[in-house]
């Protein structure tokens, strides 16, 4: 790798054209060499928190291959920097790029606590599972500072309704009170993300995540709290962590998930372009076979947008990682499940709660 061409810390090393923008992004590049000649030190690279005020929280999920029927995303844009990540297009809708600015600008829903306390008071809201985020990490290094999820967990809490978490990082367990107390009535179901148990592979891949024996210790006391966690095992990508499915499955397992899910990886919209530029950066050796992996799983592209496919892959490729899933399933998984949420409690609560008023 040149170390020249690589932006430590990142996971995209550019950013690559909005779609929905007339105008280019100039060069890092340019910009690094502007800045050193003038004596200067660049802060081109540093993460910046931008306010906005929508007027809805809850999204309803219409895609039917997802597995959740609303989510709520406390942040847009994530830290995280995982350069496989699909959320990665929704930020060329806020007038951002997919590549360095979905990582650099992070979009900051203040409101997001009292908005979801309005919804979950109204009287046409019927309870169902609202997963905590279906885009971006709830858990992201902004939460630290802004604390927007444990806001939003209290609101749960308070209301008796179910929520899912999706994760990558260990800052969870700061919660770990308010998810105990919304496990005592079966309201809470946790998503941890594990990729790889390599932590090189993980630096590269999702440089400002939590390190994988966190990941795992996180599983470990979570589970061992009563709080039920189902591991993602996603997304495997041929070439990088797909030689590892039966040892992650064995890992999560040993430290009490109760389930696994995983997806064979796509790279849809920008993120085809800026994974590409990603990897000829950084794996240059076996940058040419990954994609061509990729391509095999999803009939000669790097995507596929059919529902129902388009997270499976096909072909040969494809069929390998299943066969090895389901041999993962049956050894570490055989008589775990991951239980199903309780919506039952939250309308005599909102209703006695309504009363009040």
Known sequence: MNQKDYLKGRG???????????????TRDDFLEFCRVAGEEANWNKTQYLPI????????VTSPDVGMDYSMNPYQGCEHGCIYCYARNTHEFWGYSAGLDFERKILIKEDAPQLLEAKLKSKKWKACTIVLSGNTDCYQPAEQQFKI???CLEIFLKYKHPVGVITKNALILRDLELLKELAKDNLVGVNISVTSLSEKTRRILEPRTATIKKRLETIRVLSENGIPVNAM???IIPGINSHEILKLAKA???NGARSFAFTVV?????IGQIFTDWIKKTLPDKADKVLHQIQECHGGSLNDS???VRSRG????????????????????????????NTDLHESYKDGQLKLF
């Open 233 to 235: 095992l996603a997304p």
């Open 53 to 60: 005020f929508p007027k809805t929280i809850v999204n309803k």
């Open 12 to 26: 995209a090393q550019q950013n690559s054209h909005n779609r929905f923008s007339e105008h280019i992004y100039e």
């Open 266 to 270: 796509r790279l849809n919209g920008a």
């Open 314 to 341: 096909e072909g040969k490729i494809a069929q390998q990682i299943h066969d090895m899933m389901r041999l993962a399933k049956k050894r570490y998984f055989k008589e775990t499940n991951f239980p199903k949420l």
């Open 252 to 254: 999560v397992s040993d």
């Open 149 to 151: 999820t444990q806001a």
């Open 306 to 308: 059919r529902f129902g």
